[in-house]
């Protein structure tokens, strides 16, 4: 067929020889998808039925993608009737003809996440347990885990490693909730999304008839981004290729980064030992990124010990070294970026969408957010909702929102029961209704119960006002207090911070995270006002986030934006420009992933797939400070930055004391001009200073000659002090800042401990 001709090689090869086991290895770039389509298109060409065909994707986009192409190979008939899909749909298919051999009807329904976390909170209260031990999230992710790794409910009450592991989490009746879920689930004929992959391995395994059916029926089974296939889809997939061994893997071990969703590197690892008969195909040519992205991304790749060897190379343009920005802070880190995609949009007349902002948490993106819109560039959120739209972050603002206006209702209503107070939908219903009778709020509905006809019983009058009062002192309190100290105290006292804690799942940690994320930024916010004089309160604050927030004028359908994402769901694209950010020890790589090897392995891995997305340009940013917890933190800048062959670096010259750290001679090029600004400063040698041993110094402690080290600009030396009392101040003449004028009652400054 012709299309063979628009093939290099090693992507012929993985083509045109079709039968038996295969494993292709197809380097970041190296026109993976194309390879997948094609071999079926030749499939279909040696005259393989579209019906004996079974291919195998991670999402319908990937699935749709590839039966739009061979579409255009062989027609839509023919590519309509192959087996294509994602691993849930295509076996939610194949469950519907058996069912019945499993107790099931064809007409089974599907939970979604939403569906299933009701049922298991219904569960919990039938239960009587403590909603707060047992949260729904919780149990529902470890039915999950157990699923994909095939323990069904009576298994699960049997391990004496679970057992012991839930009662150690002081959970040890989770096993009998899993239990009453599933039989729940069936006699409602119902299935949620991992019973699919779970229901689908007990069929094949106590019905030898229909496996042998299904081994029949499909002659070759291909399955795409094998690398993040978990025990469930691995096992299925080995049952039906075992009768033709005509199984096609193909993905890339180096983008293995899924293995909290339960993904296995193993199954690809090992797929030689599974298939020793195999061929191998490697696509090594990336026709996506630069020589010098591609040789960087090799050189930090090459530090991985579990492994299949490959030496990716490309053809394109050397391209532009890699450009390391060097940050005081995680707010300057955010101008620098966001200054860099400036100079680039405007000067060189790239579109917005041609950047991509990476980076490994969620809460990382407040920072750019803020940054990107005093530049008034555009930006998305992929893959998720704007930081000040995530859900925990909306629920603190409406606190803060109703400490300063109690009249705002649609505050009131979204946190009236948050943290649960009892205070049910059908009683604040009555209450509004009140409200729209008597024309008034329903803030004042509520601070006239005692005045008002009972409509409600004793009991949820007194939730009601003791929330009011909750209100009340906090309003009082606001009239004193700056923005971040109110906000701590009504994070505190709404119980909202209580409540998080005790949610250590992936999706609780990250909501904790987005929570400390705002209080920073309120932190900042405060100590800037007063610096500059102006209204620190939180209503000042509340306006500016308003306005920050606001999407008026946005055209919904205007995609030329820069794209803020994380890592992992950067996975699969590509962009001109990628900035990765916030490349710190004990961020990326994370603290607890810096004690595992295995672990340490998948966090080099997400940096590969990190740096591979970049196709002409690549940054990376760090800060020397950085906000955490509510306290400064000084973290040293990533191991992954000098796993890199220094020669593809821009800016940095690095000294390889030890694989984790480094040390910078220089500051880094930003980009980016810098005003020509004189600043009429004495000519001062100023000495450098240990950040490791920083420790907070009073105020009255200051004397010239101090040096001294400033979360924003860095290190100093105070030149003088002028002033008294509450108007004392300090001239400090800084390394990188120039000489800056400090009000030393809210300068928050450190000295190097002894």
Known sequence: MDFINELNSSQQAAVLNTEGPSLVIAGAGSGKTRVLTYRIAQLLNQGVPPYKILALTFTNKAASEMRKRIAELVGTEIASNIWMGTFHSIFSKILRFEAERLGYSSSFT????????????????????????????????????????????????????????????????????????????????????????????????????????????????????????????????????????????????????????????????????????????????????????????????????????????????????????????????????????????NYEQQDYSDFAILYRTNAQSRIMEESLRKRNIPYKIYGGQSFYQRKEVKDLLAYFRLTVNQNDEEALKRIINYPKRGIGSSTMEKVREIAIQHQISMWIVLCNLDKIPPFINAGTISKLQKFGLMIEKLKDQSENENAYDMAMMIARSSGIIDDLSNDDTPEGVSRRENIQELLNGIKDFSETAYKDGANDKLSAFLEGVALLTDQDGEKELDQNKVTLMTIHASKGLEFANVFITG????????????????????????????????????????????????????????????????????????????????????????????????????????????????????????????????????????????????????????????????????????????
Request: glycine content about 4%; some cysteine; charged content about 25%.
């Open 110 to 345: 599907i939970y979604d996440t939403m569906d299933s976390r009701n049922l298991i909170k219904a569960i919990v209260k039938e239960l009587k347990l403590d909603d707060k031990v047992y949260k729904a999230n919780i149990i529902l992710g470890r039915i999950s885990m157990a699923k994909n790794n095939l323990i069904v409910a009576q298994s699960y009450a049997q391990s004496a490693r679970i057992i012991s592991e839930d009662s150690s989490s002081k959970r040890p009746l989770l096993g009998d909730i899993y239990r009453i879920y599933q039989e729940r689930c069936k006699q409602s004929d119902t299935m949620d999304f991992d019973d699919l992959l779970l229901q689908t391995n007990i069929l094949f395994r106590d019905h030898a008839d229909i496996l042998d059916k299904y081994q029949q029926k499909f002659s070759h089974v291909l399955v795409d981004e094998y690398q993040d296939t978990n025990y469930s889809q691995y096992l299925i997939v080995k049952k039906l290729s075992e009768l033709h061994h005509n199984i096609c893997v193909v993905g890339d071990d180096a983008q293995s980064i899924y293995s909290f969703r339960g993904a296995r590197i193993e199954n690809i690892l090992n797929f030689k030992n599974d298939y020793p008969n195999y061929n191998i195909y490697k696509l090594e040519q990336n026709y996506r990124s630069t020589t010098t992205i591609v040789d960087a991304a090799n050189s930090i790749i090459s530090k991985n010990k579990e492994q299949i060897p490959k030496r990716v190379f490309s053809e394109n343009e050397e391209g532009e070294k890699i450009k390391v920005l060097r940050a005081l802070s995680d707010k300057e880190e955010g101008f620098q970026v966001s200054n860099e995609i400036y100079r680039l949009a």
């Open 583 to 754: 490349l710190e020890e004990g961020l990326f790589p994370g603290q607890q992933s810096a004690a595992s090897t295995t672990a340490l392995e998948e966090e080099r891995r997400l940096f590969y797939v990190a740096l591979t997305r970049a196709e002409k340009r690549a940054y990376m940013s760090f800060a020397t400070s950085r906000y955490q917890n509510g306290q400064i933190t000084n973290p040293r800048p990533s191991r992954f930055i000098t796993d890199i062959d220094p020669e593809f670096l821009d800016g940095c010259h690095i000294l390889r004391d030890e694989p984790s750290t480094f040390k910078l001679r220089s500051t880094v090029s930003s980009g980016f001009k810098k005003p020509n600004i004189t600043l009429n400063t004495p000519s001062v040698n100023i000495p450098d200073i240990d950040r490791s041993k920083l420790k907070p110094i009073d105020s009255s402690q200051l004397v010239p000659e101090m040096v001294i080290f400033h979360p924003t600009f860095g290190v100093g030396q105070v030149t003088n002090i002028e002033g008294f009392g509450m108007q004392r101040k300090a001239k400090v003449l800084f390394k990188e800042g120039g000489s800056r004028t400090l009000l030393l009652k809210f300068a928050k400054l450190f000295t190097q401990q002894d």
